[in-house]
């Protein structure tokens, strides 16, 4: 059972006190493998009997096409863009997440309020405030924190799709070259995620290792989290 | 005077207006407008909910009905914080006036009706520049529905507050909506020093008292010389005949 938690105030009209399914979430920098995780767990949960849901940042009905086509244009502000990101994720948490939830499926998210909060902070937006916008968010049953290094993460992302101007915080870094930026604003990510472990209750994954190793090592967990929910099978007569 | 949240006065002017749909505020601020680009001041109008930004998916949510309490309130936020940034902050530093038809009092009303907690909707709002002079027209709800329904042809499904599920006949929604959203102004009236204007009053009236309001606050506002082409005509006997095409399509006549 989910107990239903929520951050700051919360959302408005939720009467349930408990969710059977799971929310669980993995977090952490750009390029440190968080959807290839996602898919090979969903494909892994699917064919291991448990229903399962996917979501992540920007893939709301209502705010996602919103927010790519305000990014195309370089022309979104800090507060805008974090309320923009809020927007889409309450979207999701009403319409998608917690419907999912109550009906007993795991929920895995790519991303969740962390990535939201830690793209503020480094900005300069004040932390009062960026708490209490996100105050709607349901409080998960895990946060995997995928952490990685720069050294590994560089590589990923040129063999992907090369750095990009959002990830690289050529919006407010206001450098030049795009590998310096890229740089500072993912070892600012990275010093800012680390700094909200704790608080919000972090399960550390080394996400240096390989692919597979991390794999196991979060199937390992999950396994835990979500026992008892499967399906059990009735004897097929022979 | 307009206050950036950290209390660092900005030289520049905000004057708002807020009331229910039918309160007649934006004739008034329409009217207020006039007047002072007439006197020569430097006037920047703001509306509610126009920030091409985030226009798009407001306007999405709003036709696919996809919009909840929370995702209302967050993407109004999401507006006035991008007007904010690049249309009102910018104009108060330079020492304009600057118009809003409708502000944070917008929000609080129809966020907290809709069920958001009081608090959180301020905190989200925190970002706002405190306004010179906020103006509230008061107007009996009759009134101003009788208004709305003789001019407009069909409330919308949000405008009537149909998500709320207070009524299923629009035009019953439409009123007990407004009704709420009333006593969410007349509380707000003391705790953020709302200038009351009786909406009822003849028009002129209201603007004259309007006027009253804001006049105290024009010293020292940035002016700009309009139509400087004007003396060069008269000394050189020109005809501009050219130039009154620019005026034109810039609006400046």
Redesign the interface.
């Known amino acids: 059972m989910t107990q239903v938690r929520f951050y700051g105030y919360g959302l408005p009209g939720m009467r349930q006190q408990e969710l059977s399914g799971r929310l669980i979430v993995l977090e952490g920098t750009d390029g440190v493998g968080r959807s290839t995780q996602v898919a090979l767990l969903r494909e892994w949960l699917e064919s291991s009997g448990y229903a399962v849901v996917s979501s992540g940042l920007k893939r709301s009905d209502l705010a996602g096409k919103g927010i790519a086509l305000a990014q195309q244009g370089h022309y979104l502000s800090d507060m805008t863009s974090c309320l923009f990101y809020a927007t889409d994720l309450t979207d999701r948490l009403e319409r998608e997440i917690i419907p999912a939830l109550r009906a007993g499926f795991v929920v895995l998210t790519d991303r969740y309020i962390y990535s939201i909060i830690a793209r503020a902070l480094v900005r300069g937006l004040d932390q009062d405030w960026v708490y209490n916008v996100l105050g709607f968010a349901l409080v998960p049953d895990k946060v995997f924190y995928l952490r990685s290094d720069l050294n590994h993460l560089v590589p990923r992302v040129l063999n992907a799709r090369g750095f990009n101007y959002w990830e690289s915080g050529m919006d407010f870094l206001r450098k030049r070259d795009y590998y310096e930026s890229y740089a500072e604003y993912q070892g600012r990510l990275l010093a800012q995620f680390d700094a909200m472990g704790s608080e919000f209750d972090f399960h550390l994954i080394d996400a240096r290792r390989s692919v597979h190793e991390v794999f196991v090592e979060l199937r390992h967990n999950i396994s835990k989290l979500i026992e008892g929910m499967r399906p059990r099978s009735p004897r097929i007569p022979q | 005077m307009a206050q950036l949240p950290n209390g660092k006065p900005l030289p520049g002017k905000l004057f708002v207006v807020e009331g229910i749909d039918g309160s007649g505020k934006s004739t008034q601020m329409d009217l207020l407008r006039k007047w002072l680009i007439g006197e020569g001041y430097c006037v920047a109008f703001s509306e509610w909910n126009s ?1 091409p ?2 226009q ?2 407001t306007r ?2 709003k036709k ?1 009905r ?6 209302f309130s ?2 109004h ?2 507006d006035l ?2 007007r ?3 249309q009102i902050v910018p104009a108060l530093k330079a020492g304009a006036i600057v118009l809003a038809d409708r502000y944070i009092y917008t929000a609080f009303g129809r966020d907290v009706v ?4 009081p ?2 909707v301020r ?2 709002y ?2 706002a520049v405190q306004p010179t002079v906020a103006l509230y027209f008061r107007v009996p709800l009759q009134e101003s529905i009788t208004r709305i329904t003789s001019g407009r042809p069909q409330l919308k499904f949000y405008e009537a507050g149909l998500d709320l599920g207070l009524s299923s006949d629009i035009n019953e929604s439409f009123r007990i909506f407004q009704e709420r959203i009333v006593q969410e102004y007349e509380k707000m009236v003391d705790e953020f020093g709302l200038m009351v204007i009786d909406a009822m009053q003849p028009l002129t009236e209201q603007q004259e008292m309007v006027r009253r309001i804001v006049a105290p606050h024009l010293q020292g506002v940035l002016k700009a010389e309009r139509s400087a082409w004007r003396d060069v005509l008269v000394k050189e006997q020109l005809y501009g005949r050219y130039l009154t095409d620019i005026g034109a399509e810039r609006g400046q006549l």
Request: net charge positive.
């Open positions: 920030s930004e985030v798009a998916t999405r949510g696919k996809l919009l909840s309490p929370t995702t967050l993407i936020a999401a914080a991008d904010m940034e690049r809709r069920g958001v907690h608090q959180w905190k989200v925190s970002f």
